[in-house]
């Protein structure tokens, strides 16, 4: 299994510029997740979504939308990058039920906004 | 507010110098705690979840135990290879769902 993949790993945007990160899971979770990690904020959630075709908001979803075609997929966009969004984004996922909270967390997306 | 506070912020140890690492935590109505390890450049790794307290759980040098209020991961006699950036979460409750808060994690250095 290769759990929790991210693409891309690293990425330079352009104020202005819109892009989108994909995240996928192999392990038939229910819920999925997407955070930023920035330096003494520590990890914060942008959107989540607890089955396909499903999604909420997090704590700073401003500026981001996502979406869930697919179960194993889960898309965080960027509409128009700001030199705020600079961070590291990360995907996680997890069952969502049984008391099988544990959460699974992607390598990373390096995102950059000049 | 649910609010997890790690401390302390780094720690530098010796190889084979034990210590432990220390979880504060206010929520309503506690799901699960959660310790993960994240490397530079990694995501955070899953290390262990603690549910109820005076429950403890074991990985090689690493132990986890629950009170309460806090949790601490005592390390035993740690390794170059334990050196990495601890993080404590907590299971909320969050507009009819559940969300995990975070601490701002505890850097762990181990010198050989």
């Known amino acids: 299994n290769a759990g929790v993949t991210q693409t891309p790993k690293f990425r330079v945007l352009k104020t202005g510029q819109s892009m989108t990160l994909l995240c996928a899971q192999d392990?038939?979770?229910?819920?999925m997740y997407w955070y930023r990690q920035d330096p003494g904020m520590g990890l914060r959630l942008i959107h989540y979504?607890?089955?396909?075709?499903?999604?909420a908001k997090g704590e700073v979803p401003d500026g981001y939308n996502v979406s869930r075609l697919k179960k194993q997929n889960f898309l965080l966009g960027l509409e128009s990058a700001a030199p705020s969004q600079t961070s590291v984004y990360f995907c996680?996922?997890?069952?969502?039920?049984?008391?099988?909270?544990?959460?699974?967390f992607g390598p990373g997306t390096r995102l950059t906004v000049t | 507010e649910d609010q997890v506070t790690q401390s302390p912020e780094a720690l530098r140890l010796q190889e084979g110098e034990s210590s432990s690492l220390n979880c504060s935590y206010t929520v309503s109505g506690l799901r699960g705690l959660f310790w993960y390890r994240q490397d530079p450049g990694k995501g955070p790794e899953f290390l262990f979840t603690?549910?109820?307290a005076g429950e403890e759980k074991e990985k090689e040098r690493l132990k986890a135990t629950l009170t309460k209020k806090e949790s601490f991961l005592h390390i035993t006699a740690p390794k170059p290879e334990d050196s990495a950036t601890y993080l404590c979460a907590v299971q909320a409750r969050w507009q009819g769902a559940q969300k995990l808060v975070f601490g701002q994690g505890t850097r762990l250095t181990i010198n050989p």
């Open positions: 996680a996922s997890n069952v969502g039920k049984y008391r099988s909270y544990e959460q699974y």
């Open positions: 979504s607890v089955g396909e075709g499903t999604t």
């Open positions: 603690l549910y109820s």
């Open positions: 392990m038939n979770h229910e819920y």
